[in-house]
């Protein structure tokens, strides 16, 4: 059984800082694509970011250069570093795994595996 697990979330000020985390059982992040995604109420889950197994990085364009997404191997965890957070990145933040190739790895239906969310408040 495969089971994804985040932490990390919270309320933090404008301008603030949190990083959530991201652990699996029964599946090897570094041997799959993985993402994280978010979403606020009354809105469209958005892709933040993905790495796929070959290490490619892509990252949402309103967050890239705050947030950073990385992946520990030995631990077998993932990390999305937020930095310099506004009030629009309030959502629910959840990590996605698929050890399949993916058509299209910034799909959310492609991802078969999916942690509970963190959720993450910026209060202005």
């Known amino acids: 059984e495969v089971r994804l697990v985040e932490s990390g979330g919270g309320l933090v000020q404008t301008g603030g800082s949190l990083t959530l985390s991201c652990t699996a059982s029964?599946?090897?992040?570094?041997?799959?694509?993985v993402a994280w995604y978010r979403q606020a109420p009354g809105k469209e889950c958005e892709f933040v970011s993905t790495?796929?197994?070959?290490?490619?990085?892509r990252t949402l364009g309103s967050v890239k250069g705050r947030f950073i997404f990385s992946q520990d191997s030995a631990k077998n965890t993932l990390y999305l570093e937020m930095a310099e957070l506004k009030p629009e990145d309030t959502a629910m933040y959840s990590c996605?795994?698929?050890?399949?190739?993916?058509?299209?790895?910034?799909?959310?239906?492609?991802?078969?595996?999916w942690g509970q969310g963190t959720q993450v408040t910026v209060s202005s």
């Open positions: 790495i796929t197994s070959d290490g490619t990085i």
């Open positions: 996605a795994a698929d050890p399949r190739w993916l058509r299209n790895e910034l799909r959310p239906s492609e991802y078969r595996y």
């Open positions: 029964g599946l090897r992040f570094d041997e799959s694509d």
